[in-house]
């Protein structure tokens, strides 16, 4: 008897509040899914995969495995194996810089990507790709010479710098984050 009132009362609980919260609830998660801007990136320390929201990228998110901050006010490496899940599965946009080690023209654009991922902390995932080390990536979208900075929103490219460009990259950065 006692376990049928609370059962009873459980259903009550739930079913009270439910009612009119239906009204909202997909108006509310629609909000939630706006405003969070889930990405899935790589620990660079012990390479567990993690959900991280950029929205508090500068609460300093942790791994969920090793505790060691994940650390986005900088250009975060992606290899080729993650490229889809880490850019285009991205709910922010991405801005990734095709690079190599030897070529002395990413050195001068390294900097600005630098900036670019701390002033945008929170709203863009800012990423580096060694073309070396990611052949298919490269040729899937026709990296002829680096460095090639790519903008991508929603899996697809936004468009592309090649070489030294600043401003029109900045501008490219301001286009498309909110
Ligand atoms: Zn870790």
């Known amino acids: 008897m006692s376990g049928e009132t ?4 459980w259903g009550k609980l739930v079913q009270g509040p439910r009612q009119p919260r239906e009204e909202t609830s997909a108006a509310v998660e629609r909000n939630v899914t706006d405003v969070e801007k889930k990405v899935t990136l ?8 993690n959900q991280v929201d950029l929205t508090r990228a500068a609460d300093r998110p942790k791994c969920g495995d090793c505790t060691k901050p994940m650390l986005l006010d900088r250009p975060v490496k ?6 889809d899940r880490t850019v285009l599965k991205s709910k922010a946009p991405v801005l990734v810089d095709f690079y190599a080690d ?20 929170g709203k863009m ?7 070396d080390a ?3 990536v490269a040729l899937k979208y026709e990296i002829r010479s680096i460095p090639t900075l790519i903008v991508f929103r929603d899996g697809e490219e936004v468009e592309r710098s090649m070489g030294f460009e600043p401003e029109r990259v900045r501008d490219l950065v301001l286009r498309v984050v909110e």
């Open 78 to 83: 992606v290899a080729q194996d993650d490229f």
């Open 134 to 136: 990611a052949p298919e």
């Open 102 to 121: 030897w070529c002395a023209p990413c050195k001068m654009v390294a900097p600005l990507v630098d900036e670019i991922a701390h002033e945008q902390l």
């Open 42 to 49: 790589r620990c660079a320390f012990c390479g567990t995969l």
């Open 6 to 9: 609370g059962t009873g009362g």
């Open 125 to 131: 995932l800012v990423v580096k790709i060694d073309t």
